[in-house]
């Protein structure tokens, strides 16, 4: 719905201070392209906010993300209510922790992308399901999944040789997955490319 002029600067305000990668210019041009994407979005949501599809669609023509469970597991990073839909607060807050994030915030992020079940710990069949679209499989494989599995193996091991107190559960807390992305920033995205690039 169309909001008024001093509602949008409440809006703008509100979101400069809560979403604080971002000046009050960028907020603006951020709640732009949200009532844009929400305008042309024919969802159920017209007005409020847009769906998964529309939310993935925006994502993969912004920033070139294609995985499908990566930007699933991200749509719900952003839908913070969990009700299918994201509003322009979540939008914005979401876009700051994915485009300007600290480490610290990066790092509670991609956890929490790739604990699909939300327990608290990234567990080796979660690692497999993150995995397994990220090897190119050739039509001569007999066993692919054995790939991904071979995978999931060498990133324990190295997540495991990063620090000392790792239980050889075969599951990351987030203090385990934070220790050994603090020690190697390449581990931030070990399990699937859930940020942008640099460009």
């Known amino acids: 719905a169309a909001m008024s002029r001093k509602g949008v ?3 703008v305000d509100s979101l400069t201070r809560s979403a604080k990668h971002f000046n009050k210019s960028e907020v603006e041009c951020l709640i732009n392209l949200f009532d844009t994407v929400v305008a042309r979005a024919s969802s159920q949501f017209a007005g409020v906010g847009f769906d998964r599809t529309v939310f993935r669609d925006t994502l993969h ?9 990566v930007l699933d597991r991200v749509f719900s ?4 209510d969990n009700n299918g839909c994201i509003t322009v607060v979540e939008w914005v807050e979401g876009l700051a922790v ?4 600290t480490l610290e915030e990066k790092m509670k992020y991609c956890f929490a992308v790739y604990d699909l079940n939300g327990d608290g710990y ?7 399901q993150m995995l397994k679209n990220s090897l190119l ?18 990133a324990l091991k190295k997540m495991a040789s990063i620090y000392l107190d790792y239980d050889h559960d075969g599951k990351l807390s987030f203090e385990d997955f934070e220790k ?3 020690d190697e920033k390449l581990l931030l995205e070990a399990f699937g490319p859930c940020l ?3 460009k």
């Open 61 to 69: 023509s912004a920033f070139g993300m294609t995985d499908d469970v």
């Open 77 to 80: 990073t952003f839908d913070r």
């Open 180 to 182: 050994a992305v603090r």
């Open 9 to 11: 600067k409440l809006l």
């Open 137 to 154: 499989i050739q039509p001569a494989d007999e066993e692919p999944d054995e790939g991904v599995k071979d995978l999931v193996e060498i």
């Open 98 to 101: 994915l485009l300007r994030g």
């Open 196 to 198: 942008p690039d640099i």
């Open 122 to 128: 990234i567990s080796r069949e979660e690692m497999f």
